[in-house]
């Protein structure tokens, strides 16, 4: 059922144990109320695949996913033929004597159609449109970025040997794009969607975030946890951390009976925290002791 007011996003995503701010859950609002698809851009690790799972869960419908990735095409994404079936259905008209039959048989119609994620959601007949996430939409070709501007200005496929295929009137899938933004999308395609940038999280949504994730990590380990990555997003790495490698690391080190951070036991876990050698080598070579240090400085 969708939610009635921008409140009501935040409380519904609350209990799927997302913490949504107020501008997310505008923008998730205004999807739904205007059925337009939301593209949803920020760095890596910051929550934005989650948005569509969260808001499938919120919604009690289909998630139907589509990973994007270079070379990514139509018979993926979309649809194919079942050819060995139809040669299959041809062989079988002919060895029953029927060839007359089958040099008619139309096999070029639904009934050899094999729905990829993007046809799913169009045709999908649940009481509730599933949710269409289109994840990493940096990571496909051009070309497919262009092909996806049918399907969400009209929610249309057009299949040449059997027509057009829309959504039911008034029934169109949620749709939910996410991107790295390691190239620019399109500005035809931004011009169909609802745009949100999800930045990394103040420190006091991140505890929240943390503590949803995590309910059993005690205070001090969650605080201190919460207060290093945020002084580790200063440092010139390579690659920060997002709020997924918070909640990685989190979890390790309440795997090791951790309840607070100390030096040994951060480098020994830096591998859920950091994923480039460059960076896990520099704070091991004192650089972890330091950023504790002014963690718990900034503490007192």
């Known amino acids: 059922m969708q939610p009635l007011s921008i409140d009501s996003v935040q409380t519904a995503f609350a209990a799927e144990r997302y913490v949504a701010d107020r501008d997310l859950a505008t923008a998730v609002y205004l999807s739904l109320t205007l059925d337009r698809p939301l593209l949803i851009e920020g760095e890596a690790g910051v929550g934005k695949t989650e948005v569509g799972r969260t808001l499938a869960g919120v919604l009690k419908t289909e998630l139907i996913r589509l990973q994007c990735y270079e070379g990514l095409d139509v018979a993926t994404a979309v649809y194919e033929w079942d050819y060995p079936r139809q040669m299959l259905e041809i062989r079988l008209l002919e060895a029953r004597g029927e060839a007359k039959r089958a040099a008619t048989r139309d096999i070029f119609s639904e009934e050899f159609l094999i729905r990829r ?137 309440e795997a090791l009976g951790g309840k607070r951070l100390e030096v040994e036991q951060v480098e020994r876990t830096l591998g859920a925290l950091l994923k480039y050698q460059e960076d896990v080598a520099a704070l091991k070579g004192g650089g972890a002791a330091k950023l504790l240090d002014a963690v718990r400085a900034g503490t007192r």
Do not use: M
């Not at 509730?128 to 262009?146: K, N, Y």
């Not at 249309?156 to 949620?174: F, H, S, V, W």
């Not at 997003?233 to 918070?246: F, M, N, W, Y």
């Open 117 to 253: 994620p993007l046809l799913r959601a169009l045709e999908n007949s649940r009481p509730e449109p599933p949710v269409l996430l289109i994840d990493e939409i940096d990571r496909a070709d051009e070309e497919f970025e262009a092909y996806l501007l049918e399907v969400l200005a009209d929610f249309a496929i057009t299949i040449p040997e059997i027509g057009t295929i829309k959504a039911p009137p008034g029934r169109p899938p949620r749709v939910i794009i996410t991107s790295n933004r390691t190239r620019e999308v399109h500005d035809a395609l931004k011009r169909r969607c609802l745009y949100h940038w999800i930045d990394y999280p103040t420190p006091e949504r991140e505890l929240a975030i943390l503590e949803q994730r995590r309910p059993d990590l005690s205070k001090t380990l969650a605080a201190e946890v919460v207060a290093f990555v945020q002084r580790l997003r200063s440092a010139d790495l390579t690659k920060v951390p997002g709020i997924a490698e918070t909640i990685d690391w989190a979890a390790a080190l």
